[in-house]
Nanobody
């Protein structure tokens, strides 16, 4: 299983970025997590396998939007109005199998596969 995340970079506060994560051979709920220096990896957003259910952390709700294109096998995270506190390495992850197409877990332990992270740096 391969997950590859793209799209990180250095931006200024208030700017936007769009991350993408391509998954090969899996049709699962997909999540984004992030880890800032010296901090634990934290949940950012998740989208269910069918795309009908999404969830966001309180810190990004209203600014970030997760979507997916099942035909392309790609999940996106549109990040708007970025803040310096959004600076982190962002990871995409594929959830463990679940029969429900609306399954959208927020716990790290519910994810079976992780991609390499992509660094997002937001300057003030």
């Amino acid at each position: 299983v391969q997950l590859q995340a793209f799209g990180g970079g250095l931006v200024q506060a208030g700017d936007f970025l769009k991350l993408s994560c391509t998954i090969f051979g899996l049709d699962r709920a997909m999540g984004w997590f992030r880890q800032a220096p010296g901090k634990e990896r934290e949940f950012v957003s998740v989208i269910s396998r069918a795309g009908g259910r999404t969830s966001y952390s309180d810190s990004v709700k209203g600014r970030f939007t997760i979507t997916r294109d099942r035909y392309k096998g790609t999940v996106y995270l549109q990040m708007n109005t970025l803040k310096p506190e959004d600076t982190a390495v962002y990871y995409c992850a594929a959830a463990s199998p679940n029969p429900s197409s609306n399954y959208a877990p927020v716990q790290r332990s519910s994810y079976a596969y992780w991609g390499q992270g992509t660094l997002v740096t937001v300057s003030s």
